[in-house]
């Protein structure tokens, strides 16, 4: 089974709103990041928080991480149409090395 | 304004023959991935490499894929023979190894007919 798994499986929203995507994992971390992916493209990095950390922000970005649930949430705030993409956490276990184990990821799309 | 490249990026061929995939990591990078993704699958690792030796292989079928890294500036995914559920996008991605987040390449978009 995956290590980190998003939820909703897909979101749509209007501009301007808020969308909020869960990821839940099962190991200790060293850290969780979160990627975007547009259509056809490849992934891109957002953010990385370290386990640590509880909370980091980066623009309209807002990452949560409670260890003790063993859960992250992305926040975007202020949506805009160009936000569409597909989004991942990846999770780099303790016991992993380098490896990142990605999630389903979360189809976000924002209507104009 | 550095990126990671990989070539091609489209390939269409016939089950049975050779594939070669090829990435260029973002230079001063030390470890280099291979991905695959595919709508039933998502996306998973194939094999990494830290300072172009292999640490981790486990998820490539070793029959008919290999991955070799013949410099720091070139990684090299094939598939020999191919078949069709071979089908899918290939990433590479690299980094700077452990903790650090991950940079991808457009992707190889591999069909086998």
């Known amino acids: 089974s995956q290590q980190g798994e998003e939820d909703p499986q897909a979101l749509s929203i209007q501009e301007g709103e808020n969308a909020t995507m869960n990821c839940s994992y099962k190991t200790s971390i060293n850290n969780l990041q979160w990627y975007r992916q547009n259509s056809g493209r490849g992934l891109v990095h957002l953010i990385l928080?370290?386990?640590?950390?509880r909370e980091k922000h980066s623009g309209r970005l807002r990452v949560t991480l409670d260890t003790s649930k063993k859960s992250s949430s992305l926040l975007i705030t202020a949506s805009r149409a160009a936000d569409t993409a597909s989004y991942f956490c990846?999770?780099?276990?303790?016991?992993?090395?380098?490896?990142?184990?990605f999630g389903e990821g979360t189809q976000l799309t924002v209507n104009p | 304004d550095a990126r990671v490249t990989q070539t091609p990026r489209d390939k269409v061929t016939e089950m049975g023959q050779e594939v070669t995939m090829r990435c260029q990591p973002i230079l001063g990078h030390n470890t280099v991935f291979w991905y695959r993704q595919t709508m039933m699958q998502g996306l998973e690792l194939l094999a990494y490499?830290?300072?172009?030796?292999?640490?981790?292989d486990s998820g490539m079928p070793k029959d008919r894929f290999s991955a070799e890294m013949p410099d720091a500036t070139l990684a090299t995914l094939k598939i020999q023979p191919s078949e069709p559920r071979d089908s899918a996008v290939y990433f590479c991605?690299?980094?700077?190894?452990?903790?650090?987040?991950?940079?991808f390449g457009p992707g190889t978009r591999l069909t086998v007919t």
């Open positions: 991605a690299s980094g700077l190894g452990h903790s650090y987040e991950q940079y």
């Open positions: 990846a999770t780099d276990a303790e016991t992993s090395g380098s490896r990142l184990t």
């Open positions: 490499f830290r300072n172009r030796a292999p640490l981790d």
């Open positions: 928080i370290r386990s640590n950390e």
